[in-house]
Nanobody, 122 residues
Framework: QVQLAESGGGLVQPGGSLRLSCVASGDTFRGYIVGWFRQAPGKEREFVGEVWRAGAITHYADSVKGRATISRDNVQKTVILQMNRLKPEDTAVYYC???????????????WGQGTQVTVSS
């Protein structure tokens, strides 16, 4: 019932910033918690952060805490992941996903976008 599409990835230097967008379609978007995950080649998908339904509550993985900010606009049906002070270890494909329960486990999320590549390199 929800389709998601990420954009905004690219190549940035260490210390730089990126703003990733997740655009949703569907009438039930407001009822979903939206999470961001990332996956590097050969690695398991890992949790980045989540934003709850009204946008007032967020949680972040320790690896990005203080550098990442997630926000949402339920009228425009968009979720933003702003990442600052990027590090080479942030290099991965970034996905947004929708869940009725949320949390840091990928299996809890029902709908996924196609992903957008983030590469942090000098």
């Amino acid at each position: 019932q929800v389709q998601l599409a990420e954009s905004g990835g690219g190549l940035v230097q260490p210390g730089g910033s990126l703003r990733l967008s997740c655009v949703a379609s569907g009438d039930t978007f407001r009822g979903y918690i939206v999470g961001w995950f990332r996956q590097a080649p050969g690695k398991e998908r890992e949790f980045v952060g989540e934003v709850w339904r009204a946008g007032a509550i967020t949680h972040y993985a320790d690896s990005v805490k203080g550098r990442a900010t997630i926000s949402r606009d339920n009228v425009q049906k968009t979720v933003i992941l702003q990442m600052n002070r990027l590090k080479p270890e942030d290099t991965a494909v970034y996905y947004c996903a929708a869940s009725h329960v949320g949390g840091n486990r990928a299996g809890a999320y029902e709908y996924w976008g196609q992903g957008t590549q983030v590469t942090v390199s000098s």
